[in-house]
């Protein structure tokens, strides 16, 4: 399969835990995005790389939030001391930019996480 | 920043019968949009999108959107739809590199 992939699927955590997302982008892709989708809306923005520099964090990204892509490829999503704010689908996509053309972006399947 | 808005959070319709899904956008210099749609339990894939050139342009599963620059919209319409069809529908915007989704349209076809 050489889709976008998501790890895990689902997490449920207590507030107050820490937890991390993976998300393993299409092979040949040199940008990786992560988004955040709550119940009865679209996914919104956080944050992307271009390899392994982070361009760009959404205001909806807090200081509780850190994401990295250390070698370019892979890239994980952390959130520490959780709160049941934080409980939604985030979703990871990765494109091809080449020159100054944008590519479609291909989304993983998500990890749904709930906070109790 | 661009955006879009859905007009319908929910569709309820029969097999076989046309459906047709409204968006408007934002206006800006330049535009690109998308419908994407997500089938239950599976990941977000694209449909089918307006960069230029023609304003009608078309998926490989029947499913058509009108790009109209006087009315801004961008709605999508299928003449005949199958029960494999209901999912949730998102009209989606591109401004630099990021993509700003609609809050989504539910299709559900009923036989």
């Known amino acids: 399969d050489t889709g976008v992939s998501q790890d895990p699927r689902h997490k449920i955590t207590k507030r107050g835990q820490n937890v991390t997302f993976r998300c393993d982008p299409i092979?040949?892709?040199?940008?990786l995005y992560w988004y955040r989708q709550t119940l009865g809306q679209g996914p919104e923005f956080l944050t992307y790389?271009?390899?392994?520099?982070?361009?760009?964090k959404s205001r909806l990204l807090s200081d509780r939030f850190s994401a990295e892509r250390p070698k370019g490829s892979f890239s994980t999503l952390e959130i520490q001391r959780t709160e049941q704010g934080d409980s939604a689908m985030y979703l990871c996509?990765?494109?091809?930019?080449?020159?100054?053309?944008?590519?479609?972006?291909?989304f993983g399947p998500g990890t749904r996480l709930t906070v109790l | 920043a661009q955006s879009v808005t859905q007009l319908d959070s929910q569709v309820p319709v029969f097999e076989e019968a046309p459906v047709e899904l409204r968006c408007n956008y934002s206006?800006?210099?330049?535009?690109?949009l998308f419908w994407y749609v997500q089938y239950p339990n599976q990941g977000l894939q694209l449909l089918l999108k307006?960069?230029?050139?023609?304003?009608l342009v078309e998926s490989i599963n029947g499913f058509e959107a009108e790009f109209n620059k006087s009315q801004t919209s961008f709605h999508l319409r299928k003449p005949s739809v199958h029960i494999s069809d209901t999912a949730e529908y998102f009209c989606?915007?591109?401004?630099?590199?990021?993509?700003?989704f609609g809050a989504g349209t539910t299709v559900t076809v009923r036989a």
């Open positions: 996509a990765s494109s091809l930019k080449v020159g100054g053309v944008e590519n479609e972006q291909f």
């Open positions: 307006y960069l230029s050139g023609s304003t």
């Open positions: 790389f271009q390899n392994e520099a982070q361009l760009e």
């Open positions: 206006s800006s210099v330049s535009v690109y």
């Open positions: 092979s040949e892709h040199n940008r």
């Open positions: 989606v915007t591109l401004s630099d590199y990021k993509l700003s």
